[in-house]
Each structure stands twice: as C-alpha cells, then as structure tokens.
C-alpha cells in the first residue's frame, strides 16, 4: 500500500470508490483476485453476527458468495444439514480455505456445552471444530464479541466456562473483528480486504486499522456538548450521554460516521447511549449501561 | 467556578489532543503528517501553559479575595508566574479522605465521583473514560492503588492529569 495516490489524480469520494472497483474487477477479469473458500463456524452464540451480516449494503451477502468466496460452510445459511452438512464441514479442510468464527468456544466438560452437529455417530463440540478447522485455515477472522474475547458467553457467572478463540488457538494469527454484532463493513471488509491485498493493518489487538482506529467520542456530534459539561438526563436528550454512562470515550469503532442499518443511524444519533459493544471485556466491563441517578438528584435512593 | 471548570476542561482537552497527536506520530511514517503533528503539539503545549498561569491566577485572587485584606490579584510571595518555572511536584490539597469518606464520593445523586490511586485522592467525576462514574467495571468512591497498577503500569501520566482532591489516610 506504498503507492500514494497524489493531486492532479481526483480525490472525490466518486474518483476512488471507481479507482478501487475498477481494481478489483481487473483483477477478478485477469485471474490475480481468486474466490476463496470460506468456512464460516457459529460456536457459543446468538447467530447476531451472520444475521448483521445479511444486512450488509454494498457489497450485500448475494455479491459476498457470487463474487468473493465459495462459502462452503455456514450453518444457518447452508441448505444440508445433518451429518451431510458435517461431512462438507470435514472436506473443506481438503483445500485452502478462509474461516470465520462467531461465538466464543466453551471449554466446560472438554466443550459438551457447544455441539455443533454429529460425525460418524459422534457429537462434534465447537471446540474440536475451532481447533482442527483453525489450525490448516489460510485466514482466520474472529468475528464479534464472543468469539474476539469471550463476549456475551463469558459473562459472569460463565457457566459453559466460554473462551475467545485466540485461547483455543494461542499460536495463530488471527484477525479479530469485535463488535455485537459485527457491522456487515467490517467483515466484508476486512474479507475484501484479505482477497485483494492480503492481512489489512490492524493495532496491537489484532483489530483492523481502517475500522477500528479512531475513538467513537472523537467523531462524536455530541462532543461539543461534552467539552461543554453539558449532559443528558434521561434517554431521548439531545446531548452529550456522558452522565447516562456512555461508553463511547472507551470504544474504537467508526460508527460515528458510517452507522447502521444500511448506514441510515446509530445509538447515540438515537439518543442512547453507546454500550460500548465494540470493547474488549464487554458486557461486564462496560456495566451498567445505563444510569439515571448520576447528576438527578432521587429523593429515596 | 464556573470558569475554572472550563479552563480545566480545555487544558484537559488540550492534553488528550497531544496525547492522540503523539500516538498518531508513533504510528505514522509520512514526514509531512508528523510535521503537522509535532506543530499541533507545540502550540497545544503554549496553550497549556498560559491556561495554567490562568488557572493559578484565579486560584489566588480567590485565596486573597478570602482573606478580603489584600488587594485583588496579587499573587503569593515567593511564587510568582514564571514561564520557565520547572514543573513543580503536584500540590495535594490539605483535605484528608477516610476510606470510609471516600465511599460518599460514589458520583451519584449529583455527588462527585473520586477514586484513590497510591494515598491520593483525584476528581474522575467528569473524566471520560468514567462515565456515569464506572470504569470497566469499577465504582467510584474506592482505593484502587493496585487496579491502577495492574492495568496502567508505566502510564503515570494518566494521573498526572487528573485533578487532585486530597489525601487517602
Ligand atoms: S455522547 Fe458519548 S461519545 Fe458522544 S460526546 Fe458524549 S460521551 Fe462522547
């Protein structure tokens, strides 16, 4: 990414969205941008992530699997099922292949807490899967909270005793995506990303720069009240959310300027707060998300 | 007081831009960006200052407006506003916090919100990485010496821009 594109070339957001497709569909003519198998695992979860995945605008999940990859495994999205889902899961690992996981893997009772289907009569846990799919994977992207760090399965009291993925597979590298969910830019992103120039930059966390560089309360248009002391009471107000417990100042995304659904909005341009889902350690660590009795005064607390 | 709180502000804005601006420069290998940087710096670094000879100049005109026998602005003996004055150690206010007093500060009910760190007692009330007075997990109104250290070893300056209450005795 050496090769700085400097004035007189345009600059408009027009000028490089055409430059970037015009690369990637020469390289998907000549053959140098190859579809690539992808494995996508659901492990200890809610499925949230592959269902913020079918959101996704520009690229959406269609142009996901007609033009980047052969997506060979998905347990809710795949028409087999049974022990002939199972058996495609295992001749994957036969050729080059992208996984992505979402859920944390349970460790509890050597990983009974997660089966994810049978093979050969046999229960398969999640975290036989996470270990033999993850240790031949070309790739490998962690994808939302739990399978980043635990998440919403590793919350207290955590009784499947529910791990990242990065626990399972300490040795490999691997591209983590926190976020509950992911938004759909972030993983077609970072996928995109892998088959057009390879690993995307990521910070000291494993977590893609160009997504997760700047702080949600810096891109915030709130900040001005919140350099000002000027704080929300209650949900629905329409400054800064500090004192409700926002969690923006801690969490790195760029929801700010890219939002949601179709990047039509976001929490806090819908007056809640940011629950800091995007954090390491979240939920416990971002608790409580909300706060009313912090500048209102209750009479019987 | 009002003021006060504002000047704070802005100094403490200012510090957090410097911080951002130094991480970025780390990050960055392009000599045009770091120039900038380094130039944002510099003058974020001028502003402090004056902002701070501020803030000492209405911390003493309200000390002499207490005692109401001294003329307005004028400044302790001994301690004039000197630019080039070396940093001088942190001045703990005389207040002194049980950890039983501490507790009340709890940032609720519009309370303040402090914590301790190493016997010292620092306002996180409206700090931003404490909102609705938790940190990760953390209330405010407790002694977290050892929290700080496991999580914030050789960060220091993180305390460094707090503002100090009193003592932890
Ligand atoms: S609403 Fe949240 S992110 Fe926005 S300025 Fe306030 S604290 Fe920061």
Redesign the interface.
Known sequence: MENYILPPEPLTNEAIAARLTTGARNGLANGSVKKKNLVYLELNGCSGNIISLLNGANPDFEYMIGSMVNLVYSNSLMAAEGEKAIERLMNALDEDYILAVEGAVALRDKGLYNIIGTWKGKPLTGLEAAKMLGEKASHILAVGACATHGGVSAARPNPSQSVGLQDVLPDKNMIKLPGCPVHPDWFLGTLAHILLYGDPDTDNLGRPLMFYSTLI??RCPRRPF????IFAEKLGDKTCL??????G??TRTDCPTRQWNGHVNWPIGDDT?CIGCAQF?FP?????F??Y??????KD? | MQNIRMLQQQVNSLINQARHDIYSISATSDPTAKQVKLQRIWDALTSIQFLNDLLAAHAASSISAANDRQPLNTMPVGQPISPTSANPAVAVPNQTFTIQDLANYDGKNGRPAYVAVGGVVYDVTNNRAWAAATHFGLVSGRDYTQEFASCHAGQQSILATLPVVGRLV
């Open positions: 309360h810096d919140f350099d000002r002391g500090f004192k409700l417990g926002c969690r100042p801690v707060p350690g416990d660590a971002m608790a409580p909300i706060s009795d912090t500048t209102r005064v209750v607390e």
